[in-house]
């Protein structure tokens, strides 16, 4: 372990200060038109061109873009200054199947909830019980003491 990991757990007060936070959003070019945005929003104008051309007569001189990207939470329900949450990695999603529940954090353990709510396909890829991969058998260190006391005679 690197020797400033340990100085920051040293000087931590409490585990919180330890974990990683989201970092805070900066300011835009867009934010002084946000509450414009949310209020055409909310009158019925959900076309981003269209609010674009709006804005741009009000001196907002960005791509559309921009726009098209911050009302795209207000499309899903959600407010207009919500963070877009990161899709997870393949490898992630991997090791949060492969993962037995009891060894899964809190976090993946939801993630992976989630993750199966909108993709049921993957619901079949879930691993139920270890198995060997040639042949389906169970793995031989999961089949209980009695089988295996059996199988050695």
Known sequence: MNRRTVAK??????????????????????????????QRWEEGEHTATVLHQEIAAKGYGRHYQRVKMAIAPLRRGLPIDTPRERPPSP??????????PPKRGLHPTEALRRLLEHCPELDQTHPRRPTCGRTGDHHPRSAPASTKAASRT
Do not use: G
């Open 9 to 38: 757990y040293a000087r931590a007060a409490c585990w919180q200060e330890c974990v990683r936070r989201t970092p805070p959003r900066r300011p835009t070019s867009l934010d002084p038109y946000l509450e414009y945005l949310r």
């Open 91 to 100: 490898r992630q999603v991997a090791r949060w199947i492969t993962t037995t």
